[in-house]
């Protein structure tokens, strides 16, 4: 069974510093891995996503994620947080599942920005 | 891309009555999902609805509780029934287009 792990619940930078959010999936084969934000009272929006090629995806708001076959990650970056970087952010694997894709979410990390 | 409305945006209920959720899509799409996110938690997939099939449901998870209906390639409902203080979530529907998915605003419902 696919899954993914969090590994940190809460975390907290100062603005302008620069951010890294661990994810570590399991899946058997070459999985499809997505970064989704939620902010507060927000719907889910999609960051990136990576299928297959470069390893190395950019995103929008200038995040980006770096798939890691050989330590099954695919940890979110962004070199500069903004202050409205404030939210929720989950770490998903996708999976074919009978002519569908079963996503299945990590328990999120929640990202304060501190001034 | 996927637009998604759902209805209500929210609600509060009493425990014993059921609330029906609606999700309409602007595009047909083949399957429709719905997730529930309890309070400080993750998204947690229901159920996989196909347009003129039964819903396919999560452990954990059953038809009586939450039916599902999918009448055309656009539209889908939740309702959930014989409510009680643990239903209170935020559930989601959402759409698979091109490998990606696409999220609802999402429903909280708050039970008494």
């Known amino acids: 069974a696919q899954s993914v792990t969090q590994p940190d619940i809460h975390i907290t930078v100062s603005e302008g510093a620069s951010l890294e959010l661990r994810c570590n999936y399991s899946?058997?084969?070459?999985?499809?891995l997505f970064w989704y934000v939620q902010s507060p009272g927000q719907g889910l929006q999609l960051l990136l996503k990576?299928?297959?090629?470069?390893?190395l995806v950019q995103g929008i708001k200038g995040f980006e994620a770096e798939f890691k076959r050989s330590q099954s990650s695919f940890n979110l970056r962004k070199p500069s947080v903004h202050w409205s970087d404030a939210a929720e952010y989950f770490c998903?694997?996708?999976?074919?599942?009978?002519?569908?894709?079963?996503?299945?979410f990590g328990t999120g990390t929640k990202l304060q920005v501190i001034p | 891309s996927a637009v998604i409305s759902q209805k209500p945006s929210r609600d509060i209920c009493q425990r014993g009555t059921s609330l029906t959720i609606q999700c309409q899509v602007d595009?047909?799409?083949?399957?429709m999902f719905w997730y529930r996110q309890q309070p400080g938690q993750s998204l947690t997939l229901i159920a996989t609805?196909?347009?003129?099939?039964?819903?396919?449901?999560e452990s954990g998870f059953v038809i009586d509780k939450f039916p599902i209906s999918r009448p055309n390639l656009t539209f889908s409902t939740l309702t959930v029934s014989n409510m009680s203080p643990e239903d209170s979530s935020i559930y989601l529907c959402?759409?698979?287009?091109?490998?990606?998915?696409?999220f609802g605003p999402g429903t909280r419902l708050t039970v008494l």
């Open positions: 595009s047909q799409v083949t399957m």
């Open positions: 609805a196909n347009q003129g099939s039964e819903a396919t449901y």
């Open positions: 990576y299928f297959s090629g470069d390893t």
């Open positions: 998903a694997v996708g999976g074919d599942s009978g002519g569908y894709q079963k996503v299945t």
């Open positions: 899946y058997g084969a070459t999985p499809y």
């Open positions: 959402s759409v698979e287009v091109y490998n990606e998915q696409f």
